[in-house]
């Protein structure tokens, strides 16, 4: 897949053909849209998938509830005493081709010890709605420090279709 980022032309290149680079980007770029649009496998009502994450002596727990055009994740994250940090739960929906989908979705922002519950929508247009959705744990050092500035801890990829979420 072609990095959004890279630089066309390449660093370094100085020759004559870059109007076939830039149509094999495009024709690249097309197929990829239409295997983004491809609709995920429904699921019947109610099916669900758990994620776990663990950080240190903290853990974050939860599970995903598949509708037609989105994910539902519910669970909680534990801050321990002195961990002195924020710390939230942010997702995505992925297409089959892991392109970013719909509404991202976040829980609040926590920065004192305790368990804390997540309820994060994530929501799309997309019939079938999304293949994959990727869940982050993030922290940043306090609640006024960017987002800009925050680190993932944990994630996990949790498939459609499949009971199970990887790393």
Known sequence: MIDPGATIPPEGYSGGNMRKLKTAVGVMAAAAAVVAVA????????????WTMYYGNST??????WSEQSVGI???HYIPSGANQCRRIYAVGLTVAYVPIGEDGSSAWKCFEGVHPVSVPVRTTTDGGPAWVLIRWEQKATAATPDSARTVIGHRYCKRS????FV
């Open 74 to 76: 519910a669970g909680n």
């Open 60 to 65: 974050a727990k939860g599970t995903n509830a």
């Open 162 to 165: 499949s009971f199970d979420c």
């Open 39 to 50: 609709a995920a496998p429904a699921l019947a009502a109610g099916e669900t998938n758990e």
